[in-house]
C-alpha cells in the first residue's frame, strides 16, 4: 500500500472509523483483544458496528485480523487486531503531510497598523 491509496481509504472513513484505527495504531504495533479496543475507545464492550468496522479495516489492509487460543469461558478463541510497522510508517507520512497542508492554509500574522 503506498501514500495514494491509503488516502483514498482514509478519506473515506467516518469520524468513528477514524477513532477505531488511532485505537489500534496507539497499540504500538501489539495485538489488541476486542476488548484492549474496546477501552482504548472509551467502552466496555464493542457495538456489532465496532466489529463490522474492524472487519472493513481489515479487508483494506489497514489493520490484520487474527484469533488467538483463549481460556474465557464461552470460546476457544479470541479475535485479535494489529496494524503492521508499513501502514502505520505511511499513516505517520500521512498525518504529517496533512498537519503541513493545514499549516501552509493557515494566513500568517501581519501588522497593517504602525504606530
Not at 10 to 35: E, N, S
Request: proline share 5%; hydrophobic share 35%.
Amino acid at each position: 500500500m503506498d501514500l495514494h491509496e491509503i488516502d483514498g481509504h482514509i478519506q473515506g472513513l467516518t469520524p468513528h472509523q477514524l477513532k477505531i484505527v488511532q485505537a489500534v495504531y496507539d497499540g504500538g504495533g501489539d495485538w489488541l483483544t476486542r476488548a484492549k479496543v474496546a477501552k482504548a475507545l472509551g467502552k466496555r464492550r464493542l457495538t456489532p458496528y465496532d466489529i463490522n468496522c474492524l472487519k472493513m479495516l481489515a479487508e483494506k489492509d489497514i489493520v490484520i485480523e487474527s484469533t488467538q487460543p483463549t481460556a474465557a469461558p464461552g470460546s476457544d478463541f479470541a479475535y485479535v487486531y494489529h496494524m503492521p510497522d508499513d501502514i502505520a510508517q505511511i499513516l505517520q507520512e500521512w498525518s504529517e503531510i496533512r498537519e503541513q497542508e493545514a499549516r501552509e492554509r493557515q494566513r500568517k500574522p501581519i501588522n497593517l497598523v504602525t504606530e
